[in-house]
């Protein structure tokens, strides 16, 4: 099967390379020309653009970092009809943009399924993803075999616009997680005790979480890079799960609690690196100072 990848960042990358190790044909673009290098590195195609990308593929995955980029990708490759093309939406954007995007393609004869993904980086090498995908079931049928050669949990939710819910729950948890592993981390680091030894036994008990793995080796380091996500992308992500409550009615105090911490680590210049960062924002306000 031919696939092609609009958007092989951090996440789009992984996602490639385990597709191609898969044996899948790969072909992918990317503003990006070093994403570009390093998906011809590992075996796969470089195309032009994102309209080309479309033209020897049966199923295309896009991960972008934005509304403004998924509406680029769709003017693209709206241009001409691609009967039975599906298209799989990969990114966490507002389901109004996907809807759109579903709409345009849908003159152009592409199926569009929503369908975020819920992982990090990290968790994209491994295969450790799961899959929230929503929308027309034949579509999700084609699509299935791509779905179970690079996440560990493909999931049908349904439709269209329920796996954009379903992952903004998960975010919503992802952001507390995150927040309180670091301030789980903080207070052992402050009172004396061995980063390490707190990680194995938090990770023994009932306190455990699998941000807490994910992160915690991290800032127990205090080194946040390479990013499985970083900070100012992960602030796209706040302001569409805060967006999405909203328009519901939910409160939704714990996460609004978390705000100020992204916040504060974009604003002592971690924008760049892992989300597990917050943990350098609450050593500040512990008084810790690192070697």
């Given at each position: 099967m031919k696939i092609g990848i609009i958007g092989v960042g951090i996440m789009g990358g992984a996602i490639a390379r385990n597709?191609?190790?898969?044996?899948?044909?790969?072909?992918?673009?990317d503003v990006a020309k070093s994403a570009c290098d390093a998906l011809a590195g590992m075996g796969g195609k470089v195309a032009r653009s994102a309209a080309d990308v479309a033209d020897s593929a049966e199923i295309v995955l896009t991960s972008l970092p934005s509304v403004a980029a998924l509406d680029e990708a769709t003017s693209a490759l709206a241009v001409k009809a691609?009967?039975?093309?599906?298209l799989a939406e990969l990114s966490t954007l507002p389901i109004e943009a996907k809807q759109?995007?579903?709409?345009?393609l849908a003159k152009a004869r592409i199926a569009v399924l929503?369908?975020?993904?819920?992982?990090?980086?990290?968790?994209?090498?491994t295969r450790d993803l799961a899959v929230y995908a929503s929308g027309e079931r034949d579509a999700y049928d084609r699509a299935a075999p791509?779905?179970?050669?690079?996440?560990?949990?493909?999931?049908?939710?349904?439709a269209f616009g329920n796996g954009s819910k379903l992952k903004f729950i998960a975010n919503l948890l992802v952001a507390i997680h995150n927040?309180?592993?670091?301030?789980?981390?903080?207070?052992?680091?402050?009172?004396?005790?061995?980063?390490a030894e707190v990680i194995a036994l938090i990770k023994s008990g009932v306190g455990n979480s699998r941000i807490f793995e994910l992160r915690a080796p991290m800032m127990a380091k205090g080194e946040y890079q390479p990013a499985t996500m970083k900070v100012d992308i992960w602030q796209?992500?706040?302001?569409?799960?805060?967006?999405?409550?909203k328009s519901l009615g939910v409160a939704t105090p714990l996460f609004a609690a978390t705000v100020p911490v992204y916040n504060a680590a974009i604003g002592l210049g971690h924008g760049s690196d892992d989300t597990a960062a917050v943990c350098a924002v609450l050593e500040k306000m512990a008084g810790i100072a690192r070697s």
């Open positions: 597709l191609i190790a898969a044996d899948f044909t790969v072909t992918g673009f691609r009967p039975g093309l599906v759109r995007c579903c709409d345009a929503d369908c975020p993904l819920s992982g990090t980086g990290a968790q994209a090498v791509v779905f179970a050669a690079f996440a560990r949990a493909p999931h049908y939710v349904g927040v309180a592993s670091a301030e789980a981390m903080v207070l052992g680091l402050k009172a004396g005790l061995d980063p796209k992500d706040m302001a569409v799960i805060g967006e999405f409550a």
